[in-house]
């Protein structure tokens, strides 16, 4: 579903070229639960930014489903990535003035999906999460896992194929965390295919597949049984 040929990023910065990414070649097929680790600056957000159609590589293909999105503009981009993937951040993303139930409608308000749908879909990816009794609650008004389930409710609302979770339970504590990846597990098994960073071995240890990445290298790319 994902394939990656010699990727390449590289970031201008002043007089320097910053080669972050190096000729990166990976394949994720449907259904896959892929754990990415690596050391802080090696590339990981990079890597998903490029996978999520958030930034463009500086070279390379990458074809996404049978279709070569590298030479997309950041408008056909746009459109790939609300028809195909939801995020999931560390620090949540949610809008602070917006109630959990406003903010899962956001990315429905993008796809033009009218406001009642929009109301009753927001709901059920709430109830989804378990979080059926905090459907008016602003943000500030949940605990952190709480709004990380706020922002995977919002991930899956339009029912994507691809969920990409960059240190999703990177700002919460061991329990909590837990929690966090039993709900990615759960979507996975209904289909999802789940690509998350992270820095914690107990979190990667969900995943079917770890990818180890260094110095914007592919260091080692392990199937797990489990
Ligand atoms: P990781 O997520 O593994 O910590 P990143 O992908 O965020 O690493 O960053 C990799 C390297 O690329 C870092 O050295 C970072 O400073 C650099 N970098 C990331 N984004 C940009 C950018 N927009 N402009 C310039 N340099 C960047
Ligand atoms: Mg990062």
Redesign the pocket.
């Known amino acids: 579903m994902i394939q990656l040929t010699s990727i390449s990023k590289s970031?201008?910065?002043g007089e320097e070229i910053?080669d972050?990414?190096k000729d990166i070649n990976l394949s994720i097929n449907e259904g896959e639960f892929v754990a990415i680790m690596?050391?802080?600056?090696?590339?990981?957000?990079?890597?998903?930014?490029v996978i999520g159609c958030l930034?463009n590589p500086t070279s390379g293909t990458y074809l996404l489903g049978n279709e070569d999105i590298s030479a997309y503009k950041d408008e056909e981009l746009a459109k790939v990535r609300n028809l195909s993937i939801g995020f999931v951040f560390q620090q949540f993303q949610l809008l602070p003035r917006l109630t959990a139930l406003k903010n899962v409608e956001l990315p429905m308000i993008y796809a033009g999906v009218g406001r009642k749908e929009r109301e009753a879909r927001a709901k059920r990816a709430l109830e989804k999460v378990g979080l059926a009794n905090r459907v008016n609650h602003l943000p500030n008004e949940l605990s952190g896992g709480q709004k990380q389930r706020v922002a995977i409710a919002r991930s899956i609302v339009n029912h994507p194929k691809i969920i990409l979770a960059?240190e999703p339970t990177g700002a919460l504590d061991t329990k909590t965390s837990i929690s966090i990846m039993e709900q990615f597990t759960e979507l996975n098994k209904e289909g999802v295919t789940v690509i998350l960073?992270t820095h914690e071995q107990e979190v990667a240890d969900y995943a079917k597949r770890i990818i180890t990445?260094r110095d914007?290298l592919i260091l080692s790319d392990e199937e797990r049984g489990r």
């Not at 690596?38 to 930014?49: D, E, V």
Request: charged share 15%; hydrophobic share 35%; aromatic share 4%.
């Open positions: 970031y201008k910065v910053l972050v990414l690596g050391p802080s600056g090696s590339g990981k957000s990079t890597l998903m930014n930034d960059d960073v990445v914007g």
